[in-house]
């Protein structure tokens, strides 16, 4: 009658509590390397992103100073043009407007200071 014996009792629950132990710390352990191996994806990504984001948003942002700076040149040329044209005397033959049209656009160029 070992069987009734408690130490055979207290073994049994020894081994029994041991053995959940065990299976809880290896799921707790599968779980852990699970979730950190999401987590590194996660992270991986999120710094891929930002990476190839910043990458475009400075691509993007070179090619529109690019461009601003030809409109910019342009700008400053047909006004250097304009402001030629305008202090010409008599102004030449193939570059006149109307009155009118000369007149609106002064206007639109400057319209404080018209004339």
């Known amino acids: 009658m070992a069987f009734l014996d408690p130490r055979v009792w207290l073994a049994l629950l020894v081994a ?17 390397k699970a979730e950190a191996a999401v987590e590194a994806r996660q992270e991986t990504t999120e710094t891929t992103v930002q990476t190839t984001v910043a ?23 047909l006004q250097a043009r304009i402001e030629e044209y305008r202090r ?20 639109d160029l400057d319209p404080e200071g018209a004339r």
């Open 88 to 107: 010409a005397n008599p102004a030449p033959a193939d570059c006149r407007l109307p009155d009118g049209l000369r007149d609106a656009i002064n206007h």
């Open 16 to 32: 029994f509590v041991a053995g959940v132990a065990t299976g809880y710390g290896w799921h707790y352990v599968r779980t852990a």
């Open 55 to 77: 990458t475009v948003d400075t691509a993007a942002l070179d090619a529109l100073k690019a461009r601003l700076a030809v409109a910019d040149r342009r700008a400053a040329s």
